[in-house]
């Protein structure tokens, strides 16, 4: 019987719960499960639902809906005061109450047809964040409070003390990170926020930070509170909603022992960037990739409470991209700091302030307090959850993308089959920029090749119907996107978050031209292929420093994938049993079934030859993977599609290479590697 050692695979892991082998006992909650960044467009008088997969109205919690292209409210409806009664963070009003709000589901939420708020003005960008109530992550509740003088003399929850304090039980399960509350009856009054890393309480719909302290005995099963003068004397039977996160509780994910949110601080250090170096500014290790920042500067100087989040920008960039922010304390629509450069940029296990802007992100000696939420962390239990195809959509404006997709798409490519095309590549993590495989180029700048959609994305280089689209999403055990910065000495580390040892890694120098380097675990890390050569494999220290990845790093030398200060992003990919094959085989020249375990056949197929020159064939279902003829393009050429060959034809467990193949497919004793997806 195996031994838990801290680290199991995902497959392992399935396979020992299934064998009542595994130590901890569910059941086992994830980000997934209880946050969700969820945009949409309204569409007044027809109403919208927002299936985030959270389960609010069976366990509760709290929907923060924001108008992206005007001036609208920010407006919180939770489940304790119900669907149609709402808060504004930006302002002081008490709860303003009518019959079109919200509707709690299973699933996620729901808009009305018509409502007085805005939450579905017509053709309206929309960002939606939900906290759903589980211990480790996000409690809240109601309590009716009364005052004297500035001491409380009755709860409805909690137990009133001899001085006038009341401990307020909550059911984080750990000292929180961050408490926010609200009358929101009775009166009206300023939200208060306490941070357990700053001093005195922040009012979150204003920009100061007084020194008031209105909080204190922080445990895991309560805090104390004070009125202190903020309800002012003789106040009887205020309403007030409390919302409570908690900070590196580790319950989470896989192995029952990660954290999913974090409340902490850091200090600017005042350094500014160029328009080709990044500063060397303040980096948040956070031990994971954050989906989710909100930062607002503590030390009494007045600032901004930023939100940012991946959904809508939040990228590894430094200049350009990255700064599309929302304040909790303003109306204002989404908008861009003045700078020619990102605010802070991801990075595989946290995020980094990289420029300069004073007193907003990054003052000398300044004092920062942020809230951050981990990434999405699931493993995908099947193909069709990660992978996706679809031909543009000729009437799609910047309302809706051109390819559609059932999930978000983190990591594209788009060809026009029938012309001599460059193949385009993109991805979330640098969306807004884009590279092509079939060259060494460094790629671009282009504003329409946007990500910020819940089913798809947007490509402007997409001009005809035969325009193809091959999507992919981010998940534990299948593919990570790293984005990360050159530093030029060989045998550097970077983490990723792929959760098992990387079987094919891309990478690709962005801004700059450079080959599109691959690794492959079937070569070892002493050996490359070119993406966009035929080449056969080659033998160097340059790209892997001879040093194969694991589950948590990947190692590069200092040349072809590392080279000081230029920017990267790398494409990880591994075997995840019933969704993806990273595999080789051995030619025959004869019919060679390929097994990848798969129930349905595969989708979509990458093959290469290794030992000799080859193409990067691809291969997929939607195109055509059948038993005659399969049209095939070439990943490293801008060649149109080939439709009068059969060198491969489905089978139920992977696919088959048939003895009509050339030899860039099926050699006599040649060898391939490949990459298939359910």
């Known amino acids: 019987m195996p031994n838990y050692s801290g680290k199991w695979t995902p497959s392992q892991i399935l396979q020992a719960r299934g064998q009542d082998l595994w130590p901890i006992n569910g059941p086992f909650f994830y980000v997934d499960d209880v946050f969700s960044t969820y945009l949409y467009v309204g569409n007044s008088g027809v109403g919208s639902t927002q299936s985030n997969g959270l389960d609010l109205s069976g366990e509760g919690g709290l929907v923060w809906v924001k108008n992206r292209d005007s001036t609208a409210n920010n407006l919180l409806f939770d489940t304790e005061r119900g669907g149609t009664n709402y808060l504004t963070s930006d302002g002081q009003a008490a709860a303003s109450t009518g019959t079109d709000g919200i509707s709690f589901l299973s699933n996620g939420w729901s808009t009305a047809p018509n409502g007085v708020y805005d939450l579905n003005s017509l053709s309206a960008n929309y960002t939606s964040w939900s906290f759903r109530k589980q211990a480790g992550f996000f409690d809240q509740f109601t309590s009716i409070l009364s005052t004297g003088t500035n001491v409380f003399t009755a709860t409805s929850r909690g137990t009133l003390n001899g001085d006038g304090t009341i401990t307020m039980p909550h059911n984080i399960g750990s000292a929180p990170g961050l408490i926010i509350w609200k009358v929101y009856s009775g009166d ?47 106040r009887s039977n205020y309403s007030f ?183 385009h590549n993109s991805s979330r993590a640098a969306q807004k920029t884009y590279l092509i495989p079939n060259n060494n180029d460094a790629g671009g700048n282009q504003a329409l090749y946007d990500f910020s959609y819940q089913n798809g994305y947007f490509d402007s280089s997409a001009t005809n119907a035969n325009s193809y689209a091959w999507m992919f999403k981010r998940g534990t055990g299948f593919l990570d996107v790293v984005g990360y910065r050159g530093n030029g000495t060989a045998g550097t580390t970077y983490s990723h978050s792929l959760g098992v040892v990387p079987e094919l890694m891309i990478v690709k120098v962005r801004g700059n031209a450079g080959d599109w380097q691959v690794y492959s675990s079937a070569l070892g890390a002493t050996k490359y292929l070119v993406l966009n050569e035929t080449n056969a494999e080659a033998t160097s220290s340059n790209q892997w420093n001879d040093t194969a990845p694991t589950a948590s790093v990947f190692t590069l030398g200092n040349i072809d994938t590392n080279e000081s200060g230029r920017y990267y992003i790398a494409y990880l990919f591994a075997t995840l049993d019933g969704v993806s094959k990273v595999g080789s085989y051995t030619g025959t020249a004869a019919d060679l079934d390929v097994d990848c375990g798969f129930t349905s056949g595969a989708r979509f197929i990458l093959i290469k030859r290794t030992d000799a020159t080859g193409f990067w064939y691809v291969y997929d279902s939607t195109r055509g993977i059948v038993s005659g003829n399969d049209p095939y393009l070439l990943l490293d050429q801008n060649f149109a599609e080939t439709t009068t060959t059969d060198y491969v034809d489905p089978l139920s467990s992977g696919f088959t290479v048939t003895s009509s193949a050339s030899g860039s497919i099926n050699a006599s004793g040649g060898t391939y590697i490949f990459l298939a997806i359910a």
């Open 188 to 234: 009206t009054g300023s939200w208060r926020v306490w941070h357990r890393s700053a001093s005195g309480t922040g009012l979150l719909n204003e920009t100061g930070y007084p020194a008031n302290t209105y909080i204190g005995n922080v445990t895991s099963t309560s805090f104390d509170i004070t009125d202190n003068g903020f309800m002012g004397n003789s």
């Open 241 to 423: 909603v409390f919302y409570v996160f908690a900070h590196d509780d580790q319950r989470f994910g896989d192995t029952a022992n990660q954290s999913i949110i974090k409340c902490d601080t850091y200090t600017g250090n005042g350094t500014t960037a160029s328009a080709t170096t990044e500063q060397a500014g303040p980096e948040i290790d956070l031990g994971w990739e954050p989906q989710w920042v909100m930062i607002k500067r503590s030390d009494g100087t007045a600032g901004d409470w930023f939100i940012f989040d991946m959904m809508r920008g939040l990228t590894v960039d430094f200049s350009g991209q990255g700064k599309s922010y929302l304040r909790a304390n303003s109306s204002g629509a989404e908008s861009d700091l003045s700078s020619s450069f990102a605010y802070l940029r991801l990075t595989s296990t946290g995020f980094k302030i990289t420029a300069g802007t004073g007193a907003f992100f990054n003052e000398n000696g300044a004092t920062y307090i942020y809230v951050a939420i981990r990434r999405p962390m699931k493993t995908p239990t099947a193909g069709t959850e990660v992978f996706d195809m679809d031909t543009r959509n000729g009437s799609a404006t910047g309302k809706a993308p051109n390819y559609r997709a059932d999930f978000p798409v983190d990591l594209a490519l788009g060809k026009e089959a029938n012309s001599t095309a460059n193949w």
